[in-house]
């Protein structure tokens, strides 16, 4: 209750500061003051809900729905911190809570700037008010109380002291079809709690838990570093706009850019750090699979991209006069980024991805999904209406000449190649909102023309002047490096066997860049090391994608079958499946895989559990990380006999007439046999029973059998057919009026079962991936390359 | 001058010639009636839900895995994967098959389980209470 409070006064607070911040722009002198006031409050406010939810959770205060649906007893108090993002409440109020914060220090930075900080704030505060609807009580409210909505909770879930409450009868229901108790719980229930003294915490003992997927050391960090990412593309949007509100273009540029670098970087950490884990731990075997959900946030990361290749433009050329050219492209660049952030969250919230993507999305409701198109809208018409507003007056004032082959325009090209990129994305991605689909050979295809273009164009483009240079010049300072680049790739495309011609230019044109800004960052690292971000960020791409080309072109997969203490060899590695153990008070089964490659003997042990949360089989695994590659493996299911995960058991719906393959056999379903007075005894309630006539056909013998559907006294029972000699054993499972289901399986396979007991099998797929640390080593090198810039970018915006 | 938009509006259209061709070979359709998988003979995106009651079967020899699926109609049909269990598959709420409905079973040449994410509240089932 508190909590909702406490974020209804945020809104109100929001809003204020909203209202004051628009008067002080609009020229009021004694608004400041209280815009300041009530975004501080604001911040506060939201700062004291958060901080009640953590409580909440650490707590264990399940009266809370947010808490008791993504939180349990059994979480160490990492993961319950971590559960305040694990549900769409909370992740909500994520965004939030650290776009207040970077509100505060974008605050104190605009007011250290000249006169930006009233039309700067008001836009920013205007997307904190949307936040805050979205967590308020009418849409998204993490403190939602558990008997607001009228909600199942498993039985196991309350506290056994009160289950024979007398009132609590009504209360409980049964699922049929798996026998599992529950209990309703309603504003009714909560009540009767209430009159009897008991208070909602005590009878809700334990809570449902947090999904076994997101039970990953990733999943403390992966979400606030994205969310940082998100958040902070506000603020180059709010520069922009504050821009075309004042009809001043010069000073937000260098104000903003520092912004926008820091941004990207971070979104940029944000999304590799989910590729991370989805190869660490989701088993998809890869980091990346053009899945809806990723690309909806890289797309305002390759417009981020643009947007600082064209503001640098801008910046430069301010120096000689003027507001610089590429106004109009810059504008409309940052106003972009935030809006494709904002439609991200559309796409991915709002449950039309519904079919598309790995993760999956409960609809929230309409409410919802027209509030996220109502945030996105505001902002996309804010924005671009202002644009159109100052169109003609920037079009009148913004320098236009270009030389051919100057750095501005390789700078442009290099933005419009990026845009070109992103549109792809956005195209393949929005596809699923007009029920299509494409496949991810779309996205291939069409990305990796574009790669190359960008790593040619970074290359030369690093080598030409601002304003204008000399094709003779050019040519002369990029023989070296062409030549350089050219060696190297032969000798990759030749060692790596590449056979395919788009990989092969890729592959040079990512050397050629990386020998360009490898020679420029070595030039300057003894000299002014400010200079170097943008050189070490290309590097860090660069090598991204040699790994993305390594890991993915000769990437191998096979699959494996690993009998105790017997060796198996795949892709040069002796793997041998030597023992289990449980792990984590018995709940988890950890396999020990000795595996040798050469002379080195490695250890590796996939992870297998049955979890709880979704009684599904989870399967962990275990990557063995080697200089050049690593090899990965999954498991995939155990066999100790008896009690095996993987099911033997096939059945099968056969219709009369059909026939089908078993183990050398023919098994056809020919008629149903109903004997005279079976539908009157149907009627009457009486015994009866149906039968299905089946015809067995091996080397040309045939046997007829039937199975029977018997109703005894209400009880339905069914017949099955064993037979030594054709090895085969058959059961009815199912008898309907229009066909029947039967079990097959072999009668050798009981018995092998019993002497399989002492023969444990580890199915596992195993694969190699080649250079895949460079994908790591490319981020991390990529973002500390953001990071230089910043910095240099933070030094000119507070000059004078 | 003249020369730079024209040469620009080339490019544009060439590139986003080449987007629309590629976008309609690698387009899919979403198909969740399953009896309209099993007229056409294009590939499609079969969306339904996993015959918990029937299980799976994991062919060790052949590298197949079978299942079957059903749409909100009731109708059933038996899906064919060549290669292994995908992961979390017995966590799916839903399944969307892709591939081609030949010989009386769905080929799928991939399987996508939608299993519940962060961004998800998984519901107690309580249409069958």
Redesign the interface.
């Given at each position: 209750m508190v909590g909702t409070i406490f974020l209804v006064i945020a809104l109100a607070f929001s809003v204020m500061a909203l209202v004051m911040y628009y008067l002080s722009f609009k020229g009021y002198k004694n608004t400041l003051n209280y815009a300041r006031i009530s975004y501080h409050g604001m911040v506060m406010f939201i700062i004291a809900a958060s901080t009640l939810l953590w409580y909440a959770l650490l707590n264990h205060q399940y009266q809370y729905n947010y808490v008791f649906?993504y939180s349990n007893n059994s979480l160490d108090t990492g993961f319950l911190l971590a559960s305040f993002?694990?549900?769409?409440e909370g992740?909500f109020m994520l965004w939030l809570l650290i776009s207040a914060i970077i509100g505060v220090i974008l605050q104190s930075y605009t007011s250290k700037r000249k006169e930006l900080e009233p039309q700067v704030m008001a836009v920013f505060t205007l997307a904190t008010t949307f936040l805050l609807v979205m967590v308020s009580p009418w849409f998204k409210n993490p403190f939602e109380f558990i008997w607001a909505t009228p909600?199942?909770?498993?039985i196991s879930s309350i506290n056994p002291l009160y289950l024979e409450l007398p009132f609590l009868q009504p209360f409980f229901?049964?699922?049929?079809?798996s026998g599992a108790g529950?209990i309703q719980m309603n504003s009714e229930l909560h009540g009767l709690l209430a009159g009897s003294g008991i208070s909602v915490n005590e009878f809700i003992s334990d809570g449902?838990g947090l999904?076994p997927?997101?039970l990953n050391f990733w999943?403390q960090i992966h979400?606030p570093i994205l969310f940082t990412g998100f958040s902070m593309a506000t603020v180059p949007f709010a520069f922009a706009l504050g821009a075309l509100m004042k009809n001043d273009y010069k000073e937000w540029v260098r104000q903003a850019f520092p912004w926008l670098l820091a941004g990207m970087g971070i979104l940029g950490l944000g999304i590799m750090l989910g590729g991370y884990w989805a190869y660490e731990m989701?088993?998809?075997g890869g980091y990346w699979a053009w899945d809806p959900?990723e690309n909806s946030s890289l797309i305002p990361w390759i417009v981020g991209l643009a947007g600082i290749h064209t503001l640098l433009v801008q910046r430069k050329s301010q120096l000689k006069g003027g507001f610089g050219k590429f106004a109009r492209t810059n504008l409309i660049l940052c106003i972009l980024t935030y809006v494709l952030v904002l439609y991200s969250t559309f796409l991915?919230?709002s449950g039309v991805l519904g079919?598309?993507?790995?993760?999956?999305?409960?609809d929230p409701g309409n409410i919802v999904y027209f509030f996220l198109l109502l945030f996105t809208g505001t902002f996309l018409i804010l924005g671009l209406g202002a644009i159109v507003y100052r169109w003609k007056w920037l079009t009148d004032n913004t320098q236009t000449e270009v030389g051919l082959l100057s750095r501005e325009l390789a700078l442009f090209t290099a933005a419009v190649v990026l845009l070109?990129s992103g549109?792809?994305i956005l195209?393949?991605t929005s596809?699923?909102i007009f029920?299509?689909?494409?496949?991810t050979?779309?996205y291939n295809?069409?990305i990796l023309p574009i790669a190359i273009i960008i790593g040619l164009l970074n290359g030369l483009s690093l080598m030409m002047k601002w304003r204008n240079t000399k094709t003779k010049d050019l040519l002369k300072k990029s023989l070296p490096s062409l030549g350089i680049a050219f060696l190297i790739s032969v000798l990759i495309v030749v060692l790596g066997s590449i056979d395919e011609i788009l990989i092969m230019l890729l592959v040079f044109s990512m050397l050629f860049s990386l020998v360009v800004n490898g020679e420029i960052a070595f030039k300057i690292i003894k000299g002014n090391k400010k200079m170097l971000g943008a050189y070490v960020a290309h590097i860090g791409i660069a090598l991204f994608i040699l790994g993305v080309i390594g890991s993915s072109v000769n990437s191998q997969q096979v699959?494996v079958?690993l009998i105790k203490n017997e060796t198996v060899s795949a892709f040069g590695y002796e793997m041998t499946f030597t023992s289990w153990k449980p792990i984590d008070n018995n709940t988890k089964y950890s396999f020990n895989i000795d595996v040798k490659s050469g002379d080195s003997e490695y250890q590796v042990n996939p992870v297998m559990y049955v979890?709880d949360?979704?009684?599904?089989?989870?399967?962990i695994p275990a990557i063995l990380t080697l200089p050049t590659q690593d090899f990965y493996i999954?498991p995939?299911?155990y066999d100790e006999g008896k009690n095996s995960f993987?099911?033997?058991?096939?059945?099968?719906?056969l219709e009369k007439g059909d026939r089908i393959d078993f183990n050398g056999m023919y098994i056809a379903f020919t008629k149903f046999h109903l004997n005279e007075g079976v539908m009157e005894a149907m009627q009457e309630g009486r015994d009866f029973q149906m039968g299905a006539i089946l015809i067995i056909e091996k080397d040309g013998k045939v046997e007829e059998i039937e199975l029977l559907r018997k109703q005894i006294s209400g009880k339905v029972e069914f017949t099955s057919f064993a037979s030594e000699e054709l090895d085969i054993k058959i059961k009815l499972v199912k008898l309907t009026a229009v066909n029947v289901?039967i079990a097959l399986s072999r009668m050798v396979n009981e018995i092998e079962g019993e002497i399989a007991q002492t023969q444990e099998i580890l199915?596992i797929?195993a694969s190699i991936k080649p250079f895949i640390s460079f994908v790591w080593i490319g981020v991390v090198v990529m973002v500390v390359g953001f990071f230089i810039s910043v910095m240099r970018r933070l030094r000119d915006s507070l000059s004078k | 001058m003249k020369n730079k938009y024209i040469f620009g509006s080339f490019i544009i259209v060439v590139?986003l010639g080449?987007?629309i061709y590629?976008?309609t070979?690698?387009?899919?359709?979403?198909q969740d009636d399953f009896t309209e998988v099993m007229n056409t003979n294009k590939t499609v995106?079969a969306?339904g839900s996993w015959v918990k009651e029937?299980?799976?079967?994991?062919d060790?020899v052949n590298?197949t895995f079978?299942f079957?699926m059903v749409d909100d109609n009731g109708n059933?049909m038996?899906v064919v994967y060549k290669?292994?269990?995908p992961?979390?598959?017995?966590?799916a709420?839903?399944v969307?098959v892709?591939g081609k409905y030949v010989n009386g079973y769905f080929h799928a040449k991939d399987i996508?389980?939608?299993?519940?994410?962060?961004?998800?509240?998984?519901?107690?089932?309580?249409s069958?209470?």
């Open positions: 649906s993002w694990g549900g769409q992740s909600l199942f909770l498993d229901f049964t699922d049929n079809s529950f449902r999904n997927q997101l999943m979400p989701l088993g998809w959900v991915t919230r079919d598309a993507s790995v993760h999956s999305f409960v070109a549109l792809i195209v393949g596809a699923p029920g299509q689909s494409v496949e050979f779309f295809e069409m699959d079958d979890s949360f979704n009684n599904s089989l989870m399967r999954t995939l299911g993987v099911s033997q058991r096939e059945s099968v719906v289901e199915y797929s | 590139f080449i987007m590629l976008f070979q690698s387009n899919i359709q979403y995106k969306t029937k299980n799976y079967h994991h060790k590298k079978t079957y059933e038996k290669g292994s269990i992961n979390n598959f017995e966590t709420q839903s969307v892709t996508l389980t939608k299993c519940p994410s962060k961004y998800e509240d998984e519901q107690i089932r309580t069958t209470l």
